[in-house]
């Protein structure tokens, strides 16, 4: 589900890389916004199913799935490589806002 996030700074902003570009994930209030390439993925609090660690790579990124519903109801996955410290902070984060 989307929310109005223009007019309001982020109480967290984290870099994730997806696929071969960086983008971010943005904490706010009402949810969390995440920034990819082409993308802006608005999704309130309480859409957020899960964010899991699935998986570790070189240089302290981790794999990282975030698993949400969409608008229609619609259970969505995205992938992105974190440092595990900002998955770590983001996942306190959503359990703060959830």
Same mark, same amino acid.
């Not at 009402?30 to 608005?42: C, M, P």
């Not at 608008?71 to 410290?85: H, T, V, Y």
């Given at each position: 589900?989307?929310?109005?996030?223009?007019?309001?700074? $982020?109480?967290?902003?984290? $870099?994730?890389?997806?696929?071969?570009?960086?983008?971010?994930i943005?904490? !706010?209030? =009402?949810?969390?916004?995440?920034?990819?390439?082409?993308?802006?993925?608005?999704?309130?609090?309480?859409?957020?199913?899960?964010?899991?660690?699935? @998986?570790?790579?070189?240089? @302290?990124?981790? &794999?990282? =799935?975030?698993? !949400?519903?969409?608008m229609? @109801? &619609?259970?969505?996955?995205? =992938?992105?490589?974190?440092? =595990?410290?900002?998955?770590?902070?983001?996942?306190?984060?959503?359990?703060?806002?959830?």
């Amino acid at each position: 589900m989307m929310f109005d996030h223009t007019d309001k700074k $982020p109480s967290h902003q984290y $870099p994730a890389q997806f696929n071969d570009y960086w983008g971010s994930i943005k904490v !706010y209030d =009402e949810g969390i916004v995440i920034f990819t390439k082409t993308n802006q993925i608005s999704i309130r609090n309480g859409y957020v199913d899960s964010l899991r660690k699935s @998986g570790e790579v070189i240089l @302290g990124k981790i &794999n990282v =799935e975030i698993s !949400y519903y969409d608008m229609f @109801g &619609n259970k969505q996955k995205l =992938e992105a490589l974190m440092r =595990e410290s900002d998955f770590a902070a983001l996942r306190a984060d959503l359990n703060k806002i959830g």
